[in-house]
């Protein structure tokens, strides 16, 4: 393994990082950035893991970052071109259909490269590649149309939750996860830690979150109807969800380690609740209105004293993490919220932060096409019904499977609620400002409703 001080290459990634979406240093000021590893995986693919410092001395950021060079300039290739080098021209190799599938070969070899450590459960074959569109935190790459391989841009040293509950799962014989079928390995901080992780590719699924909003679409043309009485209701694939949901909570319980809560649990974590609501406020001054709200429902959760069971679930669960395929729902993405160290993502919570991140996704559905019809406000009701309607459901599901009703402990689910829609605020003020009213209206209604 070199450790490069290439200044032109520093250069080319200084100048086309910052503007990728996975990129988790939007907004703060940079210091400098250095190559950690640089491996050559075969003549054609390079792999860097880079560390970006900041000026403020905060925490740096590492990533890893595929690289191809060519001396020409291939017709399609400009989307993902960073830039020339004395070497030639250089591009993101998991974008690069030939640095992709490089990237496979190397897998199927199982060969360590430099620490660099591929494995797998099973023969892979050769397959053409394309990456994915635009992904918030990673990069996949579809085989054919047998296998999906996420690359982990952003690393945190350890195993990425994503592997580690996705096997338990597959081993207890679990129908709800895509099939694991390899893995890459590297060491960051002198620990194992997980650059990347193939599964199934499920190519009859459906994302949740497109079937929801073709409902909520059926229920806005349909405008004198009720929710239920329009041929795209969703209720009965939020019912089935949540019973899905349950089953997968259930398994996780019996396969990886579990706890019991006190006092002590709710007062940390309320206390963090507070600490991320300070940081909010200081983003979007428009969440100071709420504030008083906020803080009394993250109060509550401090003074809890009945116990609960701890375990580990899904950590950023929404209607974009689910898809509906032939059997069912398939659950996804397991690593949990990529902002937050692994350390944190792993960490035994409660289910019922999992049953609030989907709650808040049937809300986001609904609300998210107002924005399309604002002249519209006889929609705003529709919208508000559809919503509490496949919350409903998605709860009756999940009961149903487990005998637990989740809205039994409403104060609990609200706090995790209201927790999840500031972070919901921070992210669209950063990144889609227009979206901005979907999550400042759902703390306004959830605080009232408190």
Not at 274 to 287: C, K, M, Q, T
Request: hydrophobic share 40%.
């Amino acid at each position: 393994m070199v450790v490069s001080d290439d200044s032109d290459l520093i250069a080319l990634l200084t100048s086309w990082l910052p503007r990728q979406r996975w990129f988790a240093g939007k907004g703060r000021t940079w210091g400098n950035l250095h190559i950690l590893q640089d491996v050559q995986v075969c003549e054609l693919l390079r792999h860097l893991v880079v560390e970006v410092r900041y000026a403020d001395r905060g925490p740096a950021d590492r990533y890893q970052i595929p690289l191809v060079t060519r001396p020409d300039a291939p017709y399609g290739h400009e989307s993902f071109f960073l830039g020339k080098s004395e070497d030639g021209l250089v591009y993101d190799g998991l974008h690069d259909p030939d640095g992709s599938a490089a990237l496979l070969a190397f897998i199927q070899g199982r060969q360590a490269q430099d620490g660099l450590m591929p494995y797998t459960l099973e023969d892979l074959e050769t397959l053409p590649a394309h990456a994915v569109g635009a992904e918030q935190s990673n990069t996949s790459i579809v085989y054919g149309d047998a296998y999906i391989l996420k690359v982990f841009r952003r690393l945190w040293a350890g195993t990425n939750p994503d592997l580690e509950i996705t096997r338990a799962l597959a081993s207890a014989g679990s129908s709800a996860v895509a099939r694991p079928l390899s893995w890459l390995d590297g060491t960051l901080d002198g620990v194992p830690t997980t650059f990347a992780f193939m599964q199934e590719f499920m190519r009859s699924g459906t994302e949740g979150w497109r079937l929801a909003l073709a409902s909520v679409r059926d229920l806005y043309a349909e405008v004198d109807l009720h929710a239920d009485e329009v041929g795209g209701d969703f209720a009965a694939e939020s019912e089935r969800l949540g019973a899905a949901t349950a089953d997968v909570h259930r398994l996780l319980a019996q396969t990886l380690p579990t706890a019991t809560s006190d006092a002590e649990t709710f007062r940390v974590e309320s206390a963090q609740m507070h600490d991320r609501l300070d940081s909010a406020i200081e983003v979007v001054s428009d969440l100071r209105a709420f504030e008083p709200m906020l803080r009394d429902t993250y109060d509550v959760l401090a003074h809890r004293t009945r116990p609960l069971n701890l375990q580990r679930i899904h950590g950023d669960y929404h209607l974009g993490q689910v898809l509906r395929v032939d059997s069912g729902w398939v659950l996804f993405d397991f690593e949990g919220e990529p902002a937050r160290p692994v350390t944190d993502r792993t960490a035994l919570q409660p289910v019922h932060r999992d049953i609030a991140g989907m709650l808040r996704s049937f809300d986001y559905a609904a609300q998210s096409l107002l924005l399309e019809r604002e002249n519209e406000s006889a929609l705003i009701y529709r919208a508000q019904e559809w919503a509490t309607r496949n919350r409903d459901a998605f709860c009756d599901g999940y009961t149903s499977t487990c005998g637990q009703d989740p809205r039994e402990d409403a104060d609990l689910v609200r706090a995790f609620e209201l927790d999840k829609a500031v972070y919901e605020v921070v992210y669209e003020a950063r990144h889609r400002p227009s979206w901005l009213r979907i999550p400042l209206g759902s703390v306004e209604r959830l605080t009232a409703a408190a």
